[in-house]
């Protein structure tokens, strides 16, 4: 037996992005069936959402626009793919030589990605649905009232970062999972709720709800939708990784 | 002459009520295929685990390509671990996880991979979750294979595969290697069907190291030897005895490191298996049934 070590081959060029991008193509290959999937489901709410609308409008006849938030639930099951990913796919990933750092660059930069697109067909089905007053009905399926923005760059960023912000989160809850198992996301659920049992303790005693409710009046919109939330993704993404970093699958 | 491709320093690991590896020192060398041996439990996989950084050690320290795992994308880069747990993405299909692995690795044979689906009748197209527990194995087989990684682990990578089957994995694992040496662990328990295959052992077992050696040497290691009672017990005296088997008049004992006595026309002596040597040595260590000194 020798002392001799054998050492990383200094001709096979390591790059740091291409262990990303392949972390990244890791959950690329069903990308169809994943983001598919999402959109599936959104039409079949739609599809429902429009006819109980149109049952409304002929019983009662045509009144003021109607909405609802029926948008928001395409959010959380986007968001629930990106927990698939950490949930499922790490593990595989690490098997495949790829470390934590890599995986969850790649997944992040993915999840952006996706994001980014479904925002922007959203931002077009929005423009559908204005230019056929509300898809005939006077109802507002994309525009949930308070969506719309002055213009189409803007209106994407609405649409992307809440949605992006949100896949994060559950993307730190996966990674929470990683290490600590269901408990660990028993813990995280109830710490949240402390959280905000705090803070709506505090705004109780304070009497702040009105300023409270005068806050989210009185900002503009796209600064709720697409300013304050990047907070909570930054937090989350770091999070996360803080998280996974120690994660043994 | 080789090179060390991973070693174990030392390496203590402790969950909160056992201590699945007990100072454990080992070191695999450059394109060699390895056995890694033990009972369930013995603490093969969290030593594979740690040395692929899926894992961290508790105290003591693992080198994969003369450098730390954990995080270390420079060297895991160059490693596969297949293991028998790994789950894959449940609404991958199989051919999504073959895809996937593909894009990881550079050095990844397609044609070889392809070769490998049809040989083993992989149902490509079938979701992993539907996949029966032999083509899953396969899954795993063909990624093990065809990456091509310097480091391949395989942990027991052929449950609910069948006879045929694991025979074309060793083929093809035998066959590849030779074109494409790189250096392959093998943890499994069914050592008759590798032993033709492993190059160098380590038996693990209550997560402590009892053999580490070449196959080559430790086939000739052991031997049993049949005959009247009387005559075995001289022979035997003053031997490492592995294991004991009385029944009448005979008695058959396996010795270790010890040669046929040929001036001994009473005694019968026979060549111990490697899976045999394995099988004694752990329920010596289990038993602790003789001295605490195991095959010197």
């Known amino acids: ?249 | 002459m080789s090179a060390t491709v991973a070693a174990m320093h030392g390496v203590t690991k402790r969950y909160s009520d056992v201590t699945a590896l007990d100072d454990v020192t080992f070191a695999l060398q450059e394109n060699r295929i390895h056995g890694l041996l033990g009972r369930n439990g013995a603490g093969k996989t969290t030593a594979m685990q740690i040395l692929t950084a899926q894992n961290v050690a508790t105290s003591g320290a693992a080198e994969i390509f003369g450098e730390r795992p954990y995080e270390n994308a420079r060297v895991l880069a160059r490693t596969c671990f297949i293991r028998e747990s790994l789950k894959y993405p449940d609404d991958y299909k199989a051919r999504h996880v073959l895809t996937a692995a593909s894009h990881v690795y550079p050095h990844w044979d397609r044609a070889f991979a392809d070769r490998l689906v049809e040989e083993f009748a992989l149902p490509v197209d079938r979701a992993c979750k539907k996949l029966s527990r032999g083509q899953h194995s396969v899954v795993g087989v063909i990624i093990g294979l065809a990456s091509r990684a310097p480091l391949t682990f395989f942990d027991e990578p052929y449950l609910g595969l069948d006879a045929v089957a694991r025979q074309m994995f060793y083929d093809h694992l035998l066959a590849d290697f030779a074109e494409n040496p790189r250096t392959v662990v093998l943890s499994t328990h069914l050592i008759d069907e590798v032993s033709d295959l492993i190059e160098h052992v380590v038996l693990i077992d209550k997560g402590r190291v009892l053999i580490d050696e070449e196959a080559e040497a430790l086939r000739g290691r052991a031997i049993t030897v049949t005959g009247p009672v009387e005559s075995v017990e001289r022979f035997a005296r003053g031997h490492v005895e592995l294991h004991r088997e009385q029944l009448g008049g005979f008695l058959r004992v396996t010795l270790s490191g010890v040669q046929p006595a040929s001036a001994e026309p009473n005694l019968q002596f026979e060549p111990v298996s490697l899976q045999q040597l394995v099988v004694r040595t752990t329920q010596q260590n289990s038993g602790a049934r003789l001295e605490k000194e195991v095959l010197s």
Do not use: K
């Open chain 1, 1 to 249: 037996m020798t002392a001799a070590t054998v050492h990383p081959d200094p001709d096979t060029a390591f790059s740091s992005t291409d262990r990303v991008l392949a972390a990244a193509r890791l959950s690329t290959v069903a990308l169809r069936s994943r983001l598919g999937g999402a959109w599936v489901i959104l039409t079949a709410i739609f599809v429902v959402h429009q006819a109980i609308w149109w049952v409304i409008r002929a019983n009662v006849g045509a009144e003021e626009t109607g909405y609802t938030g029926a948008l928001a639930s395409f959010y959380f099951i986007v968001a629930s793919t990106s927990l698939a990913v950490m949930t499922q796919v790490m593990p595989f990933a690490l098997s495949l030589g790829i470390t934590r750092r890599h995986f969850y660059i790649g997944t992040s930069l993915l999840v952006a990605a996706e994001t980014l697109f479904s925002a922007v067909v959203l931002t077009l089905l929005l423009q559908i649905e204005r230019w056929t007053g509300g898809w005939g009905l006077g109802v507002q399926f994309f525009e949930m009232g308070f969506m719309g923005q002055p213009n189409l760059f803007l209106q994407v960023l609405a649409y992307w970062v809440p949605l992006m912000t949100i896949s994060f989160l559950f993307l730190a809850i996966g990674a929470v999972f990683r290490r600590w198992g269901q408990t660990g996301v028993w813990a995280v659920c109830i710490g949240l709720l402390v959280v905000v049992a705090a803070i709506v303790m505090y705004l109780t005693w304070q009497n702040a709800w009105l300023s409270f409710g005068r806050f989210f009046v009185e900002t503009p919109t796209i600064l709720l939708l697409a300013g304050y939330p990047l907070i909570l993704a930054a937090l989350s993404v770091a999070g996360g990784y803080l998280v996974l970093r120690r994660a043994q699958p």
